[in-house]
């Protein structure tokens, strides 16, 4: 990841908290202090940018690393910078979210209190999840294991995922099952448009 990618997954979480269509750098560090899943991405968008070039930036990637920890436990949030996690997450409200550290989540995903995307170590499905985009994760779901969860999927409020949801899959229940094929549509707001804050950044020329 170069600067100009960091400040795209900036700048592309930002845009999903937003009501307004404009997101700048000036709101990046501003906002934060108004939305807590907002703040606790910053620092981890940061860390994932500095931990390939600790050996160069240390002091930094420590600070940054420090600030993560604090705000993981002020706010009920443990996300490793480890975790892949797609540009335009939202974290609709904190406290008690758990997310492994080998786990995949696509782009404009939501997740709600509660939520653990976990790993499991025995069984049929040893491994981790793996999260598509436009996926909405309601508070207090549990996915745990090797377990796809395709674009466009719902997951219900308390559900239990131990096994694949198919695309635009609407699962609830302990454990979950298929009760729709309506997905993720309206639960998944203000989702980021990629050219626009590409050519914003200088990814792409207008």
Known sequence: MNFKELKLHWLSDLFRYE?????????????????????????????????????????MYAISMAMLQRYKYKYGISISPSTKIGKGFYIGHYGGIVVSSLATIGENCNIMQGVTIGASSRGKNIGVPTIGDFVYIGAGAMIIGNVKIGNHAAIGANSVVTKDVPDHGVVVGMPAKVISLEGSIGYIGNPFPPVTLRKQVGLISN
């Open 19 to 59: 009501e307004s269509m404009s997101v700048n750098m000036k709101k990046v560090f501003y906002r934060q202090f108004m939305f807590a899943g907002y703040h606790y991405m910053f620092w981890l968008r940061l860390c994932q940018y500095l931990k390939p070039k600790s050996k160069i930036f240390f002091p």
